[in-house]
Structures are given as structure tokens and as C-alpha cells.
């Protein structure tokens, strides 16, 4: 009898066992997001309770209307970045500073008609613009967040905000003729207006040298 319940005893304490083995504590999870960089998903690993990882990749389309010195662009942004993130728990609990690095595609485009004459030509008649705004692929970011932090569930709420060093922008602008006639005689006006316009479009483009990063996101740990 005793040896019945003794046996009992073990098998119970490696069924025990095995449920414990078979059912660990996993590092893996993944969040969606929407923020400053457009929607995105996350994939990540924590190492233990101070440290993590993440690849990220976020992406977004938008068209609208952009005016600059009386140059009307039908514009497109397009928001393209895939970053490699470690995170910092310095408490151990949800709070944490990040550090890492993305690919940055960002990208400003169109092409624009001027909204006044043209030394007295309707500027519907001489032609358009096409200009850009770009900037370096490779953008150091740093910043801090929140990730929940509840053992009791697998449903994650995060936040972040930081800063991306996306550095100096370039630009480019060109003018497309109608007439090639017209365009020869007006052509040191037309290169003159372009490096202006080409100007001020870098001194606007460049104020977000530091493009700030904001998101929140829900996810999951398995």
C-alpha cells in the first residue's frame, strides 16, 4: 500500500513536472502600432526582465496639397522605415530607453504649377515643377517608453517616444516646358526661381532633421 502510494506520489510530481516543462514562460511577442511613422508591427525578444529586442516595420501613403512661394505641388508622402530596436528595463517593470537605428525610405514628392502669371504667361501654359525631399537612409534613434508588464496576461499595451536623426534633407526641383520656345527665353528667370524654390524648400525640409517618433500599440506575448 505504501508503495502504491508512493508511486502515486511520483508519478503525480512528474505529470507535475511535465505540464511545468510544457507550458514555459515564453519570450517572444509582437505588437501592432500606429505613430509618427505610420501604422507598423513589431517582433521582439526579451532576454529577461532588464532587456529586449525588436524589428520593426512601419509604412504609410498620404497625398495632399502643399504650397511654397506661391507654387501650388500636388504632394506625396510616402513613410517607409524598418528599425532594430534594444530596450532597457532599469526598474525591472515596464519603463524602458531605447536605442537603435532605422532604414529610413521616407520620401516627399510632386509636381507643382505656379498660382500666379508667369512674367505675364499663364503658368498653366509654360509648364510645372517636379521636386523632391529625401533623406539619409540610415537614421540613428533613441528614446523611452512603456511596456505592460503582467504576468497574469498575454495581452501587452506599449507606448514610445523618442527622436530619429534623419539629418540634412536633399532636395531636388526641376522645370518641366510646354514650350520649349518660351522656356529658352525665360531660362536663367526659370534656373534662378528653381535654386530659390530648391532654398526654401531645404530650409523647411530641414527642421525636421531630428523627426520625432511617437506610437502606441497593443500585442501579444506567447
Not at 3 to 19: D, F, Y
Not at 109 to 127: A, F
Amino acid at each position: 500500500m505504501k508503495n502504491k502510494i508512493a508511486l502515486s506520489l511520483a508519478i503525480s510530481t512528474l505529470l507535475a513536472s511535465s505540464v511545468a516543462l510544457a507550458d514555459p514562460d515564453t519570450n517572444i511577442f509582437t505588437t501592432v502600432q500606429v505613430g509618427t511613422l505610420g501604422p507598423g508591427l513589431n517582433i521582439g525578444y526579451k532576454f529577461n526582465p532588464y532587456f529586449d529586442i525588436r524589428a520593426n516595420v512601419n509604412g504609410l501613403k498620404y497625398s495632399r496639397d502643399v504650397e511654397v512661394n506661391d507654387v501650388k505641388y500636388d504632394a506625396d508622402l510616402k513613410l517607409l522605415t524598418a528599425g532594430l530596436l534594444a530596450d532597457y528595463y532599469p526598474f525591472a517593470n515596464g519603463f524602458r530607453l531605447t536605442a537603435g537605428a532605422y532604414y529610413n525610405g521616407n520620401k516627399l514628392s510632386g509636381n507643382g504649377h505656379s498660382t500666379k502669371d508667369y512674367y505675364g504667361i499663364d503658368p498653366n501654359d509654360y509648364g510645372y515643377e517636379r521636386a523632391s525631399v529625401e533623406y539619409k537612409k540610415f537614421a540613428p534613434y533613441v528614446g523611452f517608453g512603456y511596456q505592460t508588464n503582467d504576468d497574469d496576461s498575454n495581452w501587452i499595451f506599449t507606448a514610445d517616444l523618442g527622436v530619429m536623426y534623419q539629418g540634412k534633407a536633399k532636395v531636388s526641383n526641376s522645370t518641366t516646358c510646354y514650350n520649349a520656345a518660351v522656356c529658352s527665353a525665360l531660362q536663367s528667370q526659370i534656373d534662378r526661381e528653381n535654386a530659390e524654390q530648391r532654398q526654401d524648400i531645404q530650409d523647411k525640409s530641414d527642421k525636421l532633421k531630428w523627426y520625432p517618433v511617437a506610437s502606441i500599440g497593443i500585442g501579444y506575448r506567447f
